[in-house]
């Protein structure tokens, strides 16, 4: 993949996951939607940065109509984390997906560790398992918060490129390797970031384009609470709480507290390590 193929790229993402979305939609679940432009353009921005920092993760398949296919992936530090990994629709079951994953995996071969996060498409899914990953299923909660269940929230301030340093550290302590640079892409995205260093504990939460929370990490669930209350109070009426492991069974007391509602959907697949905790993961940057 190169620079110039990532509006395309996108493209394909977006019909992709949007068909999944329809053929998989439950009773009673809001209509699935395309990206807003400025969700596009994150998803673009975020791909080129990958395309920059790891150009040996990222792959296209393509004929004589165009890209068919996109892998993207990443290394940092011992991690390897694929990031978005989408055939078009049609195209599926041609033998597409598994190069394009084989081609991918290959920039994590020296890497102890591997995350990614997958839906719940069954031709994926079996991929990944072949491929070695370990599958645990996610969960997410969604709703309008009950705004008076929201507690007194302290020791949580606004954070900034200053803080790289204590978010890198745990990340390692969760996930076994920083964000590095990661965390300046998100900065750059204009993410609010919330952190929260105290004697008791320290840990970050990121909010994305829409307001919902896209990535926490602490050392601890009284810490990782803590976030979690503060992003639900600067979120949207209606907010979702994605990407819960079993492994974060923190997270349902705060969100059924929130009154939310509990779903599942997908599977955090992994490598050489265990589910991190406290500890929720973002789709693309895990």
Known sequence: MTTDDVPEAERVSDESFFALDTASRRPGEPEPTRRTPPHRENWIERTRHFVRTDPGGCWVAEDETGIVGIATSYRREVLWCLATYAVLPGRQGRGIGKPLMAAAMSHGAACTRSML???????????????????HPQMYLSGAVDRSAIPVIEKVREGGAGDIDLMDSLDRAARGAGHGVDH???LRSSWPLL?????????YAYLNERGQLALLAATNRRTAGRLLWAALADAPERTTISHVTAANQWVLDIGFAARLELHQDGYLGLRGMDPPA???HNGALL
């Open 117 to 135: 996060s997958a839906s719940g498409n069954t031709r994926a899914v079996r991929i990944y398992r072949q491929a070695g990953f370990d599958l």
């Open 184 to 186: 300046e892409l998100m």
């Open 195 to 203: 952190v929260s260093d105290a004697t008791t504990g320290s840990g």
């Open 278 to 280: 406290p500890y929720l």
